[in-house]
């Protein structure tokens, strides 16, 4: 059984969620801020955050990144902000979804099941792929990410971006492709996205990220891997 770590401020909104998912077979544990949640994470075994933007002691965002630094679990970002910048900047900063308020708590649930799917052991590969001799490394039974040896933290879904253009080098992905193979096909959020995402992973893998070895960008078009496969 899968277990949710529920972050807000505001209890009703934690009941209802928290209820929902109960329903569907899931176990929660709940947090009111932002240090009681870090708190939560480092004496109880979670699975995916549900983290909203606004709490008393900080923002959403600043958890998000201390969240990061400590693990990769999945993030779903909860916000009465609609701006599209505040939905990018969230999810430069780690998140893996966003949701808005108010919001129909079943979507949330649909949202949790959809992000544990894409993020699930059973359904990566067991392989290990290594490319630019050995420069870049993959351990997909792990789900661990190197660079010269040193580790890569990604989150779940730049882990699973990267993962699928890595499988397939030279392969041309359009935007769409990739939100069907990591977001999923139900994802009804900015195509942008995949952009952020492949932004982040830049910044965390390639040398010159203005000139990338590894995701090169099929302008008007989308994605594909440029790295040399090492045996």
Do not use: W
């Amino acid at each position: 059984m899968k277990t949710i770590l529920v972050v807000d401020d505001e209890s009703k909104i934690r009941d209802v969620v928290v209820s929902y998912l109960k329903k569907e077979g899931f176990l929660t544990v709940e947090a009111a801020s932002g240090n009681e949640a870090l708190q939560v994470l480092q004496r109880s075994s979670v699975h995916l955050v549900i983290l909203d933007l606004m709490l008393p002691d900080m923002d959403g965002e600043q958890v998000c990144l201390k969240i990061r630094k400590m693990n990769s679990l999945p993030i779903l970002m909860l916000t009465a902000k609609v701006s599209e910048n505040n939905r990018i900047r969230g999810l430069s900063v780690g998140a893996d979804d966003y949701l808005t308020k108010p919001f129909d708590p079943r979507e949330v649930v649909a949202r949790v099941r959809a992000i544990l799917r894409r993020t699930d052991d059973s359904q990566l590969l067991a392989d290990r792929l290594s490319f630019n001799n050995g420069h870049l490394e993959i351990d997909s039974l792990q789900q661990t990410v190197s660079c010269h040896g040193e580790p890569v933290k990604l989150t779940p879904n730049e882990y699973k971006l990267l993962l699928a253009l890595a499988k397939y080098p030279q392969r041309h992905f359009t935007r769409d492709e990739l939100i069907d193979k990591v977001l999923g096909y139900t994802f009804e959020g900015d195509i942008r996205t995949i952009d952020q995402h492949v932004k982040n992973i830049r910044h965390k893998i390639e040398p010159d990220p203005r000139n990338p070895r590894y995701i090169v960008t099929v302008y008007g078009s989308g994605y594909r891997f440029a790295g040399a496969q090492h045996e």
